[in-house]
T-cell receptor, first 116, second 111 residues
Framework: DVKVTQSSRYLVKRTGEKVFLECVQDMDHENMFWYRQDPGLGLRLIYFSYDVKMKEKGDIPEGYSVSREKKERFSLILESASTNQTSMYLC???????????????FGSGTRLTVV | KQEVTQIPAALSVPEGENLVLNCSFTDSAIYNLQWFRQDPGKGLTSLLLIQSSQREQTSGRLNASLDKSSGRSTLYIAASQPGDSATYLCAVGGATNKLIFGTGTLLAVQP
């Protein structure tokens, strides 16, 4: 069964801490994504990566960075956590769009981050 | 800018009913549309993926249709069960390689 695995289901961190959220996929997907989900705001794209060492800003990149050193792993980094980054974080992956083939997204089970 | 809307925002039905969830999008230049299910506090589970060239997809009791020209998709659930209770999200994919999500429909199926 193909999977996107997020290393933590729940995290509690203090304001100012550096936080790492890890995501691993076993489907050899080129593209990986980080979203956050908040009540009333839906899912918003933070960053995505279309290949190793490549990254693109999404709609709300401020306060975040990412790392993609290996194809299967995409890390989201909160440089200095703040209370407004308390949220559900969702990782997703998919194959890159190819001629005649558009692929669906596979999501992980989410990380509920609370910053106190 | 692509916007995706889902109606209704919430729906409560008795077990056994057939029901339809609606999704509309403003820009018809999409590559595909995907329906997801999300249980409380959990991640998203993909239900159906419809390519822009397709009119519908079926999986078990679920049937999703796509009318790209009018910017609409529907998710039909036959013979609903309490286990179908969840939030249902539609999302459109386009040339930007981003997935744009709707606001979701919270479904409650009463036993």
């Amino acid at each position: 069964d193909v999977k996107v695995t997020q290393s933590s289901r729940y995290l509690v961190k203090r304001t100012g801490e550096k936080v790492f959220l890890e995501c691993v996929q076993d489907m050899d997907h080129e593209n990986m994504f980080w979203y956050r989900q908040d009540p009333g705001l839906g899912l918003r794209l933070i960053y995505f990566s279309y290949d190793v060492k490549m990254k693109e800003k999404g709609d709300i990149p401020e306060g975040y960075s990412v790392s993609r050193e290996k194809k299967e792993r995409f890390s989201l980094i909160l440089e200095s956590a703040s209370t407004n980054q308390t949220s559900m974080y969702l990782c997703a992956s998919r194959h890159h769009v190819r001629r005649g083939a558009n692929y669906g997204y596979t999501f992980g089970s989410g990380t509920r981050l609370t910053v106190v | 800018k692509q916007e995706v809307t889902q109606i209704p925002a919430a729906l409560s039905v008795p077990e056994g009913e057939n029901l339809v969830l609606n999704c509309s999008f403003t820009d018809s230049a999409i590559y595909n549309l995907q329906w997801f299910r999300q249980d409380p506090g959990k991640g998203l589970t993909s239900l159906l993926l419809i390519q822009s060239s397709q009119r519908e997809q079926t999986s078990g009791r679920l049937n999703a249709s796509l009318d790209k020209s009018s910017g609409r998709s529907t998710l039909y659930i036959a013979a609903s069960q309490p286990g179908d209770s969840a939030t249902y999200l539609c999302a459109v994919g386009g040339a930007t390689n981003k997935l744009i999500f709707g606001t979701g429909t919270l479904l409650a199926v009463q036993p």
